[in-house]
């Protein structure tokens, strides 16, 4: 098992063993390398939090003024239009503006905007939310309660980060192997070989860790490569066809050895 994620890179020897020897459908040993590649990218993540909590936010979180959500309406105790910037970049995040000179985000550098009747995010250039105040809601926003959310997140943080991104990734990846146990049935037909779906499974566990462990490399270094689900995909595909074609040529070696024909050794 600890041998697996090196040699996945490279053996044909291991991909036959896999398809023959191993029993079930490589999902315990998927969460097992998924469990020890996200230790260092939850430390990682824990990290940024945590930085960004202590040293990226404060800054921000003083120019927040006090908004007060009543009756369906906003106020803030500031004059207004009223813009909270990035101190770093100098960019504008937010805008508040209850008068009515900026009703939308139109033309605006900043996101967020907080008029008297709604909020409005822009989640991308073509994506625009809307969401007005509720009559029924009575609400304060200050200073002090963004700063007790933030402690909240980076305790949240390092405590549920780790578990639930194991499972959500480990759920994610399952979703992957039935699909690529599929492709992998193509595979076996182009190569005449016959596979099982369990053992497509099993290989197309091994076929997908030299991605896993390259992105989690890649994920903790912080270094960016162009349409790495595209890069991720082509290369767990090399590695199941790689996988495929190693079991049925070993297989093939092992019959003729069996046989008595010259010339072929089994891979052992």
Request: proline fraction near 5%; aromatic fraction near 10%.
């Amino acid at each position: 098992m600890f041998h697996v994620p090196y040699m996945s890179f490279y053996s044909g020897d291991l991909y036959w063993d896999v398809c023959h020897n191993w029993k079930g459908v490589g999902f315990l040993y998927l969460f097992l390398l998924l469990a020890v590649c996200w230790i260092p990218r939850a430390i990682t993540i824990q990290g940024d939090v945590a930085a960004f909590v202590e040293t990226e936010a404060p800054p921000i979180v003083t120019q927040i003024p006090q908004i007060t959500v009543a009756g369906g309406e906003a106020s803030a105790d500031v004059n207004q239009p009223y813009a909270i910037v990035d101190p770093m970049t100098k960019k504008e995040l937010a805008i508040i503006d209850t008068t009515g000179q900026i009703t939308s985000l139109t033309e605006q550098e900043a996101n967020i905007l907080v008029t008297k009747k709604e909020l409005i995010v822009r989640r991308t250039n073509l994506d625009t939310r809307s969401l007005p105040f509720d009559p029924d809601i009575d609400f304060t926003l200050d200073q002090h309660k963004v700063t007790r959310w933030l402690n909240t997140l980076r305790r949240v943080t390092a405590v549920w980060i780790y578990p639930l991104a194991l499972l959500g990734s480990w759920f994610f990846r399952v979703i992957q192997l039935l699909i690529y146990a599929l492709i992998g049935l193509q595979f076996a037909r182009s190569l005449h070989s016959r596979r099982t779906y369990d053992s497509l499974l099993r290989l197309s566990a091994v076929a997908v860790t030299p991605a896993i462990i390259v992105n989690t490399i890649l994920g903790v270094a912080a270094i960016q490569i162009p349409m790495p689900g595209l890069c991720y995909f082509l290369a767990a595909m090399c590695c199941l066809y790689f996988g495929i074609k190693s079991a049925a040529l070993s297989a093939e070696a092992a019959s003729e050895e069996d046989s008595g024909s010259p010339g072929m050794t089994h891979i052992e």
